[in-house]
């Protein structure tokens, strides 16, 4: 593995390499909101999905201890992810798997927090962003492929009374997901935070 890049993101020192997605300093609101959230969840690990580097996912639980289940389809992002928790003495806590979203996850798996960072750029907008991997920034037509797969498997894999924290883009995009949430079950949309480089979704699932 190459050395990479190290740089910090929030109270962490996060490596990568081009051929991971670079962190973005303004998600670190998305883990310490998850964080908030994690204090008053119902017991049991926690999922992130297109976790990367695994910055997000490592910052909530160094600030609230869960132990930490973390997705990428990238094996380079996945090795980066596990190297970045032993370095933050996280290890024992975390669990990484490379693969899709459909395939890494057992079905009767359950998750007290999910937190989901999908490439959410639309397909003819990538060449906007030249120096991010392709494949970790590309969404699709609308940029809500991966997004959709994600809330997907929020809508399985969730504990009722469990929190989904989903990152986009574009507040038209969060409405998007907001319009199409009854093709997945009983996920309530519950707020959206702004940010200075995307948007940050809440979905409860509720208690029945």
């Known amino acids: 593995m190459k050395a990479g890049t190290v740089e910090p993101f929030g109270s962490l020192r996060v490596a990568y390499d081009d051929r991971v997605l670079q962190p973005r300093a303004w998600t670190v609101a998305q883990s310490l909101w998850a964080a908030e959230l994690l204090k008053a969840a119902p017991p049991g690990p926690l999922l992130e999905l297109c976790a990367g580097a695994g910055q997000i996912g490592l910052l909530a639980i160094a600030t609230e201890p869960r132990p930490l289940v973390a997705v990428d389809a990238n094996p380079v992002a996945c090795e980066y992810a596990r190297r970045n928790a032993d370095s933050a003495g996280l290890g024992d806590l975390v669990e990484v798997r490379a693969g899709r979203i459909d395939e890494v996850l057992d079905p ?6 999910v937190i989901a960072d999908p490439p959410w750029v639309r397909r003819s907008d990538i060449g906007r962003h030249p120096s991010d991997p392709r494949y970790a920034i590309d969404g699709g037509y609308d940029g809500l492929d991966v997004a959709r797969s994600c809330v997907e498997a929020a809508s399985v894999h969730l504990t009722p009374g469990g929190s989904t924290l989903l990152q986009l ?36 699932r509720q208690v029945r």
């Open 169 to 204: 883009g574009t507040v038209e995009q969060a409405e998007i997901i907001r319009a199409e949430l009854a093709l997945y079950g009983d996920l309530g949309f519950v707020e959206i935070r702004f940010f200075d480089g995307g948007v940050v979704v809440r979905l409860d």
């Open 108 to 113: 009767g798996e359950s998750f007290a927090l």
